[in-house]
């Protein structure tokens, strides 16, 4: 930041310096946006999938420690949304998600080729455009974290909230799925620290249902947790008011904004 801005956002209310920054950042990244083919496809294919999955379920599946915990056999018949390194359980499980989202400029710069690679369709952050190849199953998104909301337009914008989980949530809305169920959601980090400052992993990551999932030399961010419960509770009010659920079947999971439900009882 120069110091001109950073003097200026000193002597500005943060309300004020807020929505400035957020007019800002929605002028030129919509200027850019327009201006390229990768946006234009990417607007026209999100438009195809408003209310795709009117009526039906999904699972948002986490990547918390959880999942180890958990037979995730009968997923293999359900709409799934998998989030950033999820693929690394595709083996295991001997299929792999209905759709994958990753917002993280650092774990998409780190395993872009790994991410391209993927069969399904790719909801990725505009953001970090530069440093993915973009295809027949990609879909760029314009992603802003600075502030909260809901977005029900994924194609104009959509609201990181701290966590890709938030995001998922949006795209459920927006392709109309009536019942979204949250599992590896462990709302729970051994690493501590400031939060969203970046670290790299001196080891096995004990965060995540893998030990190379951000594994030594990895670098990322430090989760914010509450920030990530604020936009929780905009998703579960947003959801309600359309007569629609989110749950929770994370098997010990410490997040306490969705209504907990038991993950055996789903099928």
Known sequence: MTLLKQTLKQLTPTPVWDAWSYAYWMLTSGLEWHRSAE????AR??????????????FIIGNGPSLKQMDLSPLRDEYTFGLNRIYLLFPTLGFHT????????LVIAQCAAEIAALPMPKFI???AQGNIAFDSRMI?????????GFSTDPARIVWEGATVTYVALQ???FMGFRQVILIGVDHN???????????????????HFAGNYFGRGFRWQLPDLERSEMAYRLAREAFALDGREVLDATVGGKLQVFSKVAYASLF
């Not at 294919?45 to 999904?58: F, I, P, S, V």
Request: hydrophobic share 35%.
């Open 45 to 58: 294919r999100l438009c195809a999938l408003r209310d795709r999955h009117k009526g039906e379920r999904c």
């Open 39 to 42: 946006g234009w496809q990417s």
């Open 189 to 207: 980090f051994a690493s501590t620290g400031t939060p969203n400052a970046v670290v790299v992993s001196q080891g096995d990551d004990p965060n």
């Open 125 to 127: 952050s505009w953001d």
């Open 140 to 148: 760029f998104m314009r992603s802003y974290g600075k502030m909260l």
């Open 171 to 173: 795209l459920a809305y």
């Open 98 to 105: 209905t759709y994958l989202v990753s917002i993280n400029r």
